[in-house]
């Protein structure tokens, strides 16, 4: 082979070799022309004459300091500005007969959330203004599964007894519920759940259409969600079998089983 062909045969392959050595002399060069003036072999040069202190702490520890900052600034906040809420108190004055429909809202502290736009309305069904008792009926059937019927008084919280009958009058006719979280704001939502609530009550007051007398209304739903949260179970016995199912003479000796106790009373 010609010397010329040999020279540039070893050249080319000189410039297609790949080594670690050879990225690390590149990386090298580019950061020595970046930084001509610092050399890390000069131990004389001031940066290197900075003494450590071995100040830095860990993550872990920098993560509880923060937190412990932000405790101490809301105790600041409370010792310095709560005083000055005091101007700003009112009394508490429990809503009155017409203020029947409780609105909530959700908010999680100034963050965004997908549930924060979520708006939910309760309204005790005996307190809306229902022309009739076929009404009634009929705004319990269009509202279906939104419809809680009355819970029994030993499943009923003690407060929330006393507080709904001034709301409910004498009957407890049930709750009705219904939330939107559809629109990207939570008034828009609670413009729809009021608009709805107020198309409900026009339909059910229309008699003249349809009354869906004939129609009974289905609590099963009511049921299953109760014994699902563990409030109902199926105790179900033999006191609950019909007494008109059972034989003449069965029905007989049952009827005398109740009517013992009162004899025996009435004697004493």
């Given amino acids: 082979m010609r010397p010329?062909?040999?020279?540039?045969?070893?050249?080319?392959?000189?410039?297609?070799?790949?080594?670690?050595?050879?990225?690390?002399?590149?990386?090298?060069?580019?950061?020595?022309?970046?930084?001509?003036?610092?050399?890390?072999?000069d131990w004389d040069h001031p940066i290197h004459k900075q003494p450590y202190?071995?100040?830095?702490?860990?993550?872990?520890?920098i993560m509880k300091m923060e937190k412990q900052r932000e405790l101490l600034h809301y105790l600041r906040l409370e010792q310095h500005q709560f005083k000055d809420l005091v101007a700003y108190r009112?009394?508490?004055?429990?809503?009155?007969?017409?203020?029947?429909?409780?609105?909530?809202?959700?908010?999680y502290q100034g963050e965004e959330h997908p549930c924060s736009r979520r708006i939910s309305i309760r309204v005790p069904v005996s307190a809306l203004p229902l022309s009739s008792p076929e009404a009634l009926h009929k705004f319990k059937l269009?509202?279906?599964?939104?419809?809680?019927?009355p819970l029994p008084p030993s499943l009923k919280h003690p407060i929330e007894n006393k507080s709904w009958k001034v709301h409910q009058g004498e009957k407890d006719e049930g709750v009705f519920e219904m939330s939107c979280d559809v629109f990207p704001y939570d008034r828009m939502n609670e413009k729809w759940c009021s608009d709805t609530l107020e198309k409900l009550l026009n339909e059910a007051n229309d008699l003249k259409k349809?009354?869906?007398?004939?129609?009974?209304?289905?609590?099963?739903?009511?049921?299953k969600r109760l014994m699902k949260n563990g409030k109902l179970r199926r105790n179900i016995t033999l006191a609950n079998y019909p007494q008109e199912w059972l034989p003449a003479q069965a029905q007989q000796q049952q009827q005398a089983q109740v009517e013992a106790p009162a004899q025996e009373k009435a004697q004493a």
């Fill in 4 to 41: 010329t062909l040999l020279r540039a045969h070893q050249r080319a392959h000189q410039k297609t070799t790949f080594s670690v050595e050879n990225v690390l002399n590149i990386f090298n060069k580019n950061a020595r022309a970046g930084s001509a003036e610092l050399n890390p072999l």
């Fill in 53 to 61: 202190d071995f100040g830095d702490f860990t993550t872990p520890t």
């Fill in 90 to 107: 009112k009394k508490f004055v429990p809503p009155s007969k017409e203020q029947f429909i409780a609105v909530r809202h959700q908010h």
């Fill in 142 to 149: 269009l509202a279906g599964a939104r419809w809680h019927p």
């Fill in 210 to 223: 349809e009354t869906f007398a004939d129609i009974p209304i289905d609590t099963r739903y009511r049921r």
